[in-house]
């Protein structure tokens, strides 16, 4: 049985449709929150499961990229529970693709995706959490960004700004019990990574403290800190969550 450690609390993920993000869900849900599931395509899966578990859910489609589309889901978070305690911004996409090879459209579309909708969904969300004198949120990063990799210009341009984003973020909202800190996620086995063969994880594993490729639950352990009671006296940090592949 899982501890209640977010018992009543009302956590919006984003990137909720699969991997990650609904692994993310999947263990709000076990410890208690009410949980709103926002993907790009109906998160039908998330949605499911949640509810065959016995847990409160609310599935949204919303492109996280789009200030209207955003605007619309906090207002419905607030017509539905009248509160959010937590945000996860885990939504974002991970083409590669090398400079001289990409163009500006490019370039826009992994920004908006990956950095902008930080800043859309806690525009969208802050109003129904200052209120409550307490607030979580957890900007999902990569440990990708500190290493030597081609064809990531974008995409780790994307991640450190989340980087950058968190630590502003954190000066702004500390006044009204608010944390805001990031994860940097190593290379796990997702629907995201599904286009890279088998050996290239393994390769990464080798590299890293720990051996082994990683997997969701991996990332949500440290999520789940963050978005507790436990990690009130942490903000502004960007925790590596990558086996210990960021040391080298």
Known sequence: MAFA????????????????????????GERGAKVVAVSRNEPTETV?????????VLGLRADVSDPAAVAAVGAEVGKVFGRCD??????GIFPNLKFQDMNFE????????NLDSLFLMTKAVLPLMKPNGWGRIV???????????????HYAASKMGAVGFTR??????????????????GAFR??????????????????QAIKRVGEADDIVGTVLFLTSDDSGFVTAQTIMA???????
């Open 86 to 91: 937590i945000l996860v911004n885990n939504a």
């Open 48 to 56: 499911a499961m949640l509810k065959d578990a016995g847990h409160e």
């Open 168 to 185: 502003g973020l954190a000066n702004d909202l500390g006044e009204y019990g608010i944390t805001v800190n990031a994860v940097a996620a």
């Open 106 to 113: 490019q370039w826009r579309e992994v920004l908006s995706i």
């Open 139 to 153: 900007n999902i990063g990569s440990g990708s960004s500190w290493l030597a990799i081609t064809g990531i210009t």
């Open 5 to 28: 450690t977010h018992h009543g609390r009302v956590a919006l993920v984003t990137g909720a449709g699969k991997g990650l993000g609904q692994a993310i869900c999947r263990q709000l």
């Open 242 to 248: 990558d086996g210990g592949l960021s040391r080298l």
């Open 190 to 207: 997702s629907p995201g990574m599904a286009n890279n063969p088998e050996e290239l994880l393994e390769m990464v594993a080798q590299r």
